[in-house]
């Protein structure tokens, strides 16, 4: 069976960090490129990184770059996501996904997966 699991998340305060990491079984993970993306109370879903499958092309959303550091380790089948400088705005049920296609400029839709994970929590309060 294709299992994405995600952990990783919880409560912090605005300006600490997290790390979020997703683990994937069932398929060749090495073929996938890995995203994470968040949906907040209310609002629809967005992308948050990408990562493509080997040669480490990273791909970030406007509101997350200088802040958050996607990452794979090929040989643990996981990706991660370091979370730094916390904001409000960044809670949200974080969903990691992966999807065996090229083009990259589609990674925001979500139809580019094949596969997602059940989300892990992410609450950004003082």
């Known amino acids: 069976d294709v299992q994405l699991q995600a952990s990783g998340g919880g409560v912090v305060q605005p300006g600490g960090s997290l790390r979020l990491s997703c683990v994937a079984s069932?398929?060749?993970?090495?073929?996938?490129?890995m995203s994470w993306l968040r949906q907040a109370p209310g609002k629809g879903l967005e992308r948050v990184s990408c990562?493509?499958?080997?040669?480490?092309?990273?791909y970030y959303a406007d509101s997350v770059k200088g802040r958050f550091t996607i990452s794979r380790e090929n040989g643990k089948n996981t990706a991660y996501l370091q979370m730094n400088s916390l904001k409000p705005e960044d809670a949200a049920v974080y969903y990691c996904?992966?999807?065996?296609?090229?083009?990259?400029?589609?990674?925001?839709?979500?139809?580019?997966?094949?596969?997602w994970g059940q989300g892990t929590l992410v609450t950004v309060s003082s």
């Open positions: 996904a992966a999807s065996p296609r090229y083009d990259s400029s589609n990674w925001q839709r979500q139809w580019w997966y094949d596969y």
């Open positions: 069932g398929f060749r993970y090495s073929s996938f490129a």
């Open positions: 990562i493509g499958r080997s040669d480490g092309s990273t």
